[in-house]
């Protein structure tokens, strides 16, 4: 959708262009309130409007596109990005390579906030999320001799059970840990050297993903600590955390 509203050339007038010029756009985003999908101004106007070259516009937008604020395409002009986890997992990996953030952290902060998650997801999840999420369980018990497909279907679940807690801060947030899940995953999935402890852990997701499917949150949030509690003593057994 296009917005007839003139951008403030006073935001790239002194100073760092890019990063000023990033901020005017931003801003007339804010102000238009501009919707994903909708179109922002052409480079043209925006090189008019803001006072600076068409380099300097180019390089903005090659920015907030790296940020996943704004999408670009060859020959169209700009639009508002969906949002998603990209830009946020890439911090988290960097902070975890760079010894910013320990996997304990990760712990620490998917323990509360999947607490919360499941909690809601269990009185929010519509027929069709329940069904998924049960399914994405049940698939890691199908595929128990293939470790990478129950890693993916794993991580799946968590996200699933994220965007039925109807809330897109979390379905984020989970999104972002994909990464760092990835690597662990397979450690703690290691350091649980008998089968059988191996299948509690499938089946601990089947009864979650049934008790959400049910309604009962306070279970559910029962059953998503004990998770946690296995996992991190699963690491902790491998010497990671």
């Known amino acids: 959708m296009d917005r007839d509203v003139t951008l403030s050339p006073a935001a790239a007038s002194s100073g760092d262009f890019v990063a000023v010029t990033m ?3 931003t801003r007339f985003i804010r102000e238009n309130e501009l919707k994903p999908g909708d179109r922002l101004p052409a480079e043209a106007v925006l090189t008019r409007e803001l006072h600076v070259s068409r380099t300097v516009v180019r390089e903005a937008l090659r920015s907030l596109s790296a940020l996943r604020l704004v999408d670009l395409g060859a020959g169209k002009r700009p639009t508002v990005a969906q949002l998603d986890d990209e830009t946020m997992a890439m911090m988290m990996a960097h902070g975890v390579t ?3 953030i320990g996997v304990q952290h990760i712990y620490d902060a998917r323990r509360t906030i999947e607490g919360r998650t499941v909690a809601l997801a269990s009185l929010r999840r519509t027929d069709a999320e329940a069904r998924e999420i049960l399914d994405h369980a049940r698939a890691m018990e199908r595929d128990f001799d293939q470790p990478s497909a ?3 279907h794993d991580i799946a679940f968590h996200l699933a059970i994220a965007q039925a807690s109807r809330n ?3 379905a984020l947030v989970i999104g972002a840990f994909r990464g760092v ?3 662990t995953w397979p450690i703690g999935w290691r350091s649980r050297a008998r089968d059988e402890d191996r299948r509690a852990v499938t089946r601990l997701h089947v ?3 049934e008790t959400i499917a049910a309604g009962n949150p306070r279970t559910a949030v029962d ?3 004990q998770h946690f509690d296995g996992s991190t003593k699963a690491l902790l057994a491998a010497g990671l955390i």
């Open 23 to 25: 901020t005017a756009i």
């Open 98 to 100: 760079t010894d910013q």
């Open 150 to 152: 129950v890693m993916e």
């Open 168 to 170: 897109p801060v979390f």
């Open 181 to 183: 899940m990835r690597e």
């Open 207 to 209: 009864d979650l993903a």
């Open 223 to 225: 059953l998503m600590n």
